[in-house]
């Protein structure tokens, strides 16, 4: 079990981190999902060591005086820092040196073929792919057998259709592993297909941390659910189960009489002709083999699954809103 | 990082700077000053009126003058004559292309009496062109081209390479010609490159000693020159002093003005990772441009140092070995020793000269790697200095300063400290863009792998930085052997080096000895061109700012 305390970091005046805390169960994959400067990686270098003002303790150590390279975690950098005058084996190779490995030779041998690069041990890293960098830095990291596995947007700088595949890979390897890892990214796809856990950063400060599906499906708040994309948000009036919404009058359940504002997340939008409510048809966009559509009424917009050809714009549409599926905060 | 832990480690690298500061301060710094103290104390003291008369009498205003013009219309005339063969390297690729970008740098490393020499005999009356303009402005001038053509072409031909392609695509799409797309977009692109090389080649054709000593006679003068003159001739070193003075203020102004140009090269050329632009010549025209220029080059390149071998292999007229025997012996018309012994000597001071050098430059390299602040760039400046400064302001400073608190006049030991003086910027120059390329990222990882904070400069910058290492070792190397101007101060006439030694020799009446000189001239430029070589077997991959 990871546990950090307070990790603080100015830089240049600002608060990068404010106190952060975060624990990370063993043999969990922790996701740090956050956009960029909001502080993830910063987070993770003073896990690792390399930022101090942190209590850091694993499995009941406390770690707060353990300099860097003698804490026992591996790090992944985002932009991969191969080092260029060693081969991919001795880049491999260099942890295991460091700590004293009996026979790294074999054990280069079976991490590259576990990230299937069998092989590779004579190549100039600057020969190497995308992928395949990604791969030996992701290799160099596992080696030593860190106990916590730490990645830095190990995807970041790849394009859309290897990393897709990678993640995939990186996700069924860290399951296989059964290590303990935090996952830093700001791609809501890539945390939800690696992680079991997720903590949201923004500006520093923690906004929410929990399970997948809990923070998915019950963001903490508004600014939570922004984050994740919810970004449909309306003032409704409810009166004896009859919602006043601005496409419409439909009958809901589960909020009490009143003026609320409410947060509609796509899942809980359904076009059907017998729909109660009604927009006009703003836009349509493929997201991921999804197609989504965005209508409008009254100045506020809604977003929702669409299963058919794109409508002209303008089209008035009814859709049903699924009162379960509803956010309020 | 925080501030707090941000100012450990930048008091941390401070320390890196106390040696090279220290060098600096002692041996060059203090003479330095010490010639300012001497030059200005003149114009007050019971001397009176070594500053006035320097300025009425007219040598330090005519060298003034000329150091100036000579240095423009070289920098013009270097420019004009190696931009065609800029443009070749920088577009096209070419069978034998990497040996002869090579082969076109021996010229600039070679020691300047070694070119001088060369031109004595090919601009001379027994020369093959049956020309005589020794002592003419013209030897000088073609002299100078002859030795910065490397500079442009290097320096230009890589900003090329390393253009970023879609600019000039953009602009073809946008409707311009080639033409039009190269003086629109590439050449105003390359620019702060080519100002930046066209700087270095005037400070050095500002600063040229070896050249205008042998090539101009008496009658051109440039300061350096000047201040030769004045300490060995007139032995009037208020009067050195004062043109020394003038000398530096004209160097600093280059210098700042040259810090300048390259910062704004760093922050402003686009760069790609690999040349793409690069090609073989397409159309008849072009393969002749290219067979054209790349032939010209060697002729303009090569024809003066094979016509100062060919001169040393002639004795009596006819094809002969002699002029090397000869350098066994001591002849009494020459030399204090056999010529032959200057080639050990310079070997010798070379070693500790290299060391030297290294040591101090790789401490400065890594601080101002490390730092990228005000305080970096003044230290950055003053590095540069010695550089810029002459070699002959450097020999005069010593032979004014370093008799005081130890007479070091006398001491051996200030001949590699001189040469390291003139070699440390060439050595930061080389190592520091290397070092600087080293991302904290590859530290940071070492770390995490468990490396140590002892290990870390041994396992990452180390070995990335070696071969940049090699190359500054090699650079040194080459200066200390060639090492004229400080060296005609400080170098004692009982142990000559080759450089001075020939100069001497080239001073006696005869064929003998002038047969010699060109022998020994050989020889210097054999031992240089094999320490440039060295050099290129490690350059690939490194980047230095020459």
Redesign the interface.
Known sequence: MLQVRGAT????GVMVLDHVDLDVPTNSVAALLGASGSGKSTLL?TI??????AHVTWNGRVLDEV?????P???M?Q?H?L????DVGANVA??LR??HHPDPASRVAEVLELVDLAGFQRRDPATLSGGESQRVALA??LA?GPELLMLDEPLGALDRELKDRLLDELGALLRELATTAIYVTHDHDEARTVADSVTILENGCVLQSGPIRTVWDHPASSAVARFLGYEAEAEIAVQDGIWTTPWGTMRGWGIEDGTHTIVIPPHAVEFSRAGQLAGSAESHRYVGGRAELRVSGNGSSLTGPSDGAPPPRGTRLNFDIHPGSVLRF | MDPDRAAVTSRRNLLLAVPPALFLGAFFVYPVASILALGLGSAEGPGASAFGDAIANGPLLRAAWFTTWQATVSTLLTLIVAFPAAVVFGRYDFPGKAALRAAITVPFVMPTVVVASAFLTLLGPGGPLGVDLRRSVWAILIAHVFYNYAVIVRSVSSALENLDPSLEDAARTLGATRLAAFRRITLPVIMPSVVAAASLVFLFTFTSFGVVLILGGLEFSTLEVAIWRATTQRLDLALAAVIAIVQLVGVSTILVLLSRTQRVRRTEVPLVASPSRVRRPATTGERWTVAGVVGATILFLGVPLAVLVVRSLSFGGRFSLQNYGELATRDPRGLFVPPAESIGNSLSFAIPATILAVGIGLFAAAYLSRESRRLAEAFDTLLMLPLGTSAVTIGFGFLVALDQPVDLRANPAIIPIAHALVAIPIVVRVTTPVMRSIRTRLREAASVLGAPPRSVWRLIDLPIIGRAIAVAAGFAFAVSLGEFGASSFIVRPDRPTLPTAIFRLLGFPGDATYGQAMALATILMVLTGVAVMAIDRFRLGVQADF
């Open positions: 970091s100015v830089l240049g270098r690792a060591g390399l930022q101090p003002r300099p860097v390279h003698e804490r975690f591996g790090l950098f932009d820092a080092f260029p005058h060693l260099f942890g460091m700590h160099r990291a030593p």
